[in-house]
């Protein structure tokens, strides 16, 4: 029997205000807050740690499972983005860095992330050169890649069918959910703003320690530290979520962890620095070089304290001082200038900032043998210890602790 024309009209009107699934506005946002959740679960265990880094082997089931919801969720080619973050770990803040905010602007990463990324997927060479090993089955060839925005597409009609109306809003935001937070917020704010647990030779930063709102993806200095590890967060106070479903994974005999971050040990302190001092510096140095930063950073805050209370001027220091611990490759053009002249006017940042420089050759240089480096350590510590500066010598006797 047909219905009549009213009774039609009713049926579409209610299916636009409530879709087939009559929740809640409070249910539809928890519904929209779960699915864009899974996405950047997604994105963090097997578009990244999995793929990008094999930090961990997926068994298939999960694997395939995490491909087919980056299809609908966000039309994702597995090798566009394992090839475009290979090459931002290769050629990280430089002007081939697909999106680094040091070489093309926090505005722009932020803001048009997205777009970076789309014309980055479009070079040919960077695909085929950062791509080995990515899934080439008939399921990637045939729908993933072949048909890549048709998965969204079928979101759009699956959150409609759900929500009616309100079905647009969900599927909208579960489409800029990813080109905001992982295109803006991880790759642009990740290596501007933040704090570091180590001095990485990039200008990666971690957002927040507790990574739950991007999967772990907040803990990005500690990423860009030790790539390879499957485990983002290393501090007590640090939390990564994604880590927590890689453990779950895990123990359901789905997921197999390769590699995580090194620990580093205190012992006791060694007379004199040796090679098993040496080993632990290289093997520990962006953590311990993190360390000497924040020595650094205290001995200039001292510094400027010291010029108020001669009510000198600060200015040139307070410019500078964000760029003493840098590695002189890293400093702009435009802060040498100030970073020289308060360097000049400050002895002990000068001297500090050049032992750390020699400390850095000590891993940096390729022709020495393991006994003259082991000498050369010894040699720094004991110059340090000399120096007749606090942070200097506090910092040497802890470096004799250090073990591997």
């Given at each position: 029997?047909?219905?009549?024309?009213?009774?039609?009209?009713?049926?579409?009107?209610?299916?636009?205000?409530?879709?087939?699934?009559?929740?809640?506005?409070?249910?539809?946002?928890?519904?929209?807050?779960?699915?864009?959740?899974?996405?950047?679960?997604?994105?963090?265990?097997?578009?990244?740690?999995?793929?990008?880094?094999?930090?961990?082997?997926?068994?298939?089931?999960?694997?395939?499972?995490?491909?087919?919801?980056?299809?609908?969720?966000?039309?994702?080619?597995?090798?566009?983005?394992?090839?475009?973050?290979?090459?931002?770990?290769?050629?990280?803040?430089?002007?081939?860095?697909?999106?680094?905010?040091?070489?093309?602007?926090?505005?722009?990463?932020?803001?048009?992330?997205?777009?970076?990324?789309?014309?980055?997927?479009?070079?040919?060479?960077?695909?085929?050169?950062?791509?080995?090993?990515?899934?080439?089955?008939?399921?990637?060839?045939?729908?993933?890649?072949?048909?890549?925005?048709?998965?969204?597409?079928?979101?759009?009609?699956?959150?409609?069918?759900?929500?009616?109306?309100?079905?647009?809003?969900?599927?909208?935001?579960?489409?800029?959910?990813?080109?905001?937070?992982?295109a803006g917020v991880v790759n642009g704010v990740g290596h501007f703003w933040g704090y570091r647990n180590f001095e990485a030779p990039d200008a990666s930063t971690n957002v927040s320690p507790w990574g739950i709102?991007?999967?772990?993806?907040?803990?990005?200095?500690?990423?860009?530290?030790?790539?390879?590890?499957?485990?983002?967060?290393?501090?007590?106070?640090?939390?990564?979520?994604?880590?927590?479903?890689?453990?779950?994974?895990?123990?359901?005999?789905?997921?197999?962890?390769?590699?995580?971050?090194?620990?580093?040990?205190?012992?006791?302190?060694?007379?004199?620095?040796?090679?098993?001092?040496?080993?632990?510096?290289?093997?520990?140095?962006?953590?311990?070089?993190?360390?000497?930063?924040?020595?650094?950073?205290?001995?200039?805050?001292?510094?400027?304290?010291?010029?108020?209370?001669?009510?000198?001027?600060?200015?040139?220091?307070?410019?500078?001082?964000?760029?003493?611990?840098?590695?002189?490759?890293?400093?702009?053009?435009?802060?040498?200038?100030?970073?020289?002249?308060?360097?000049?006017?400050?002895?002990?940042?000068?001297?500090?900032?050049?032992?750390?420089?020699?400390?850095?050759?000590?891993?940096?240089?390729?022709?020495?043998?393991?006994?003259?480096?082991?000498?050369?350590?010894?040699?720094?510590?004991?110059?340090?210890?000399?120096?007749?500066?606090?942070?200097?010598?506090?910092?040497?006797?802890?470096?004799?602790?250090?073990?591997?």
């Open positions: 029997m047909l219905l009549p024309d009213w009774a039609v009209l009713n049926a579409g009107i209610d299916w636009l205000a409530n879709g087939l699934w009559n929740l809640s506005w409070w249910e539809i946002v928890l519904y929209t807050l779960v699915t864009t959740h899974i996405t950047i679960a997604s994105v963090t265990i097997y578009l990244h740690r999995h793929q990008a880094h094999r930090a961990l082997d997926l068994h298939a089931i999960p694997a395939h499972f995490f491909r087919f919801w980056l299809w609908l969720a966000t039309g994702q080619v597995t090798k566009e983005w394992v090839s475009i973050h290979r090459k931002h770990h290769a050629k990280c803040e430089t002007i081939d860095d697909p999106h680094s905010p040091q070489a093309h602007g926090i505005k722009k990463v932020f803001w048009q992330g997205a777009e970076l990324y789309r014309a980055e997927s479009k070079n040919q060479e960077t695909l085929s050169k950062y791509s080995q090993g990515c899934p080439n089955d008939w399921l990637e060839r045939n729908v993933y890649t072949r048909y890549s925005w048709q998965g969204v597409g079928l979101m759009m009609i699956i959150d409609l069918a759900l929500f009616g109306a309100a079905g647009l809003t969900v599927w909208a935001v579960q489409m800029v959910w990813i080109p905001f937070w992982a709102i991007i999967g772990g993806e907040e803990l990005h200095n500690n990423h860009h530290t030790y790539p390879t590890s499957a485990k983002f967060s290393v501090k007590p106070y640090e939390f990564d979520i994604g880590w927590g479903y890689i453990r779950l994974l895990e123990k359901a005999g789905l997921a197999h962890v390769k590699k995580t971050v090194p620990r580093l040990q205190l012992g006791a302190i060694q007379p004199v620095a040796n090679e098993k001092t040496l080993e632990a510096l290289i093997a520990h140095r962006y953590e311990v070089m993190a360390g000497y930063a924040r020595d650094l950073r205290r001995a200039c805050k001292a510094e400027i304290a010291a010029l108020k209370a001669r009510q000198g001027d600060v200015s040139e220091l307070e410019s500078a001082r964000r760029w003493l611990h840098r590695d002189a490759d890293k400093v702009p053009a435009g802060a040498v200038p100030q970073l020289a002249q308060a360097r000049a006017a400050h002895p002990v940042l000068d001297k500090m900032v050049t032992m750390r420089e020699e400390l850095r050759q000590l891993w940096l240089n390729t022709s020495q043998s393991r006994e003259q480096l082991a000498a050369d350590l010894a040699a720094w510590c004991h110059r340090a210890e000399e120096s007749g500066i606090a942070a200097l010598r506090e910092f040497s006797i802890k470096l004799r602790a250090v073990r591997a």
